[in-house]
Every structure is written in structure tokens, then in C-alpha cells.
């Protein structure tokens, strides 16, 4: 029995090892976006004042953004080749992360990037939570986390450089990000 489970261990260890630890999509390659990875860094403030190319105009529902390659989703997403966070160059301006009261609850001090990996305990885009940290999704957003599953997803956060009183949700199965707000802890 013993020797059972050390051969277990050990064709997962090798299969993990030739895997070099990243999530790989289809074909022994990284997946382009999602699949487990998490940027290094939140994405760079944007250089455009106004909504870029690409990006529907202000009186849009949803955020969507072009796909910038096949295979990518097309709302907001990281690519997991290069850490480029695709669809964040709004700027800020961009009416749909306006807040009248940014940081009404406070800020967020439970820890930022991809060494503070949470994970989803419940609710739905209007609340959720993880740990004893309560967040919503910026309505503009809605779209971007209809997959997210609010009971078991992985979520990093990342300070938002443009949008005053928002964080970015980033999803590591789905490589998506939303604008959420901290609703207190």
C-alpha cells in the first residue's frame, strides 16, 4: 500500500515539475489568459484621458473591449504571456468608476498582488466576501463576472492607478477583472 501512494506522489510531483508550476492550456503550452496565472503587478495608469478605441462609448451597459488577440475574451483580462492588463485605458475620467464618496468604508489593508490570493466565500456581484472583507462590483462590470463562482473562485486584488475609491478584482481561473469596491471589513 505504501509503495501505492509513493508512486502517486511521485507522478504528480513529475507531471507538476515538467509543468513548471504555471497552468498550461491545451497542448502543453500557458494558457493565454486564465488558467491559474497571476500577474506579477496591477496595471500601469493610463495615458488617455477618454474612453480608447475599441471600448464601447459612455452610455454602453456592459464593459466590453476588442479582443486583442483569437482565443482572448472580450472584456477586460490579463494576458498571461505579458502581464498586459487588456481594457484598462479608460483613464480616469471614465464616468462609470465615478464615486461620490471614494473609500466610504475605508481602504482595503488586507494585502495586494499575487502573494495575497483569496478565495470567494459567497454572495453575488452586488456583495461578496472573503474573509471578513466585503466588496461589490462596479455595474458597468456586471458582465465581466457573470462566471465568476462567488463560493470558491480565487481573487486577487490590485490598486486600481486610475479610478479613485476602486480596486481591480482579478479572477486567476478566468484571467477577468472587475472594478470592485470595499464595502468594509
Not at 465568476?148 to 475609491?165: A, K, L
Request: glycine share 14%; proline share 5%.
Amino acid at each position: 500500500m505504501n509503495k501505492v501512494i509513493l508512486l502517486s506522489i511521485l507522478i504528480c510531483a513529475t507531471a507538476f515539475a515538467q509543468r513548471g508550476g504555471q497552468s498550461h492550456g491545451g497542448g502543453g503550452r500557458p494558457a493565454a489568459v486564465g488558467g491559474g496565472h497571476v500577474p506579477a503587478h496591477g496595471p500601469p495608469a493610463a495615458r488617455a484621458a477618454a474612453p480608447a478605441r475599441g471600448r464601447q462609448n459612455n452610455a454602453a451597459t456592459e464593459n466590453h473591449v476588442k479582443a486583442d488577440r483569437n482565443g482572448h475574451p472580450n472584456v477586460p483580462h490579463v494576458d498571461a504571456r505579458n502581464d498586459r492588463w487588456v481594457g484598462h485605458d479608460s483613464g480616469a475620467n471614465d464616468a462609470h468608476y465615478h464615486l461620490d464618496h471614494p473609500w466610504a468604508h475605508g481602504r482595503f489593508t488586507g494585502g495586494f498582488g499575487r502573494d495575497h490570493m483569496f478565495v470567494l466565500a459567497g454572495g453575488n456581484r452586488e456583495r461578496f466576501w472573503f474573509g471578513n472583507f466585503f466588496w461589490d462590483v462596479a455595474a458597468f462590470d456586471y458582465n465581466i463576472v457573470a462566471d465568476w463562482n462567488w463560493s470558491g473562485d480565487q481573487i486577487v486584488i490590485y490598486e486600481d492607478p486610475d479610478h479613485v475609491g476602486w480596486y481591480l478584482g482579478y479572477n486567476p481561473r478566468l484571467g477577468t477583472y472587475a472594478h470592485v469596491e470595499y464595502l468594509g471589513g
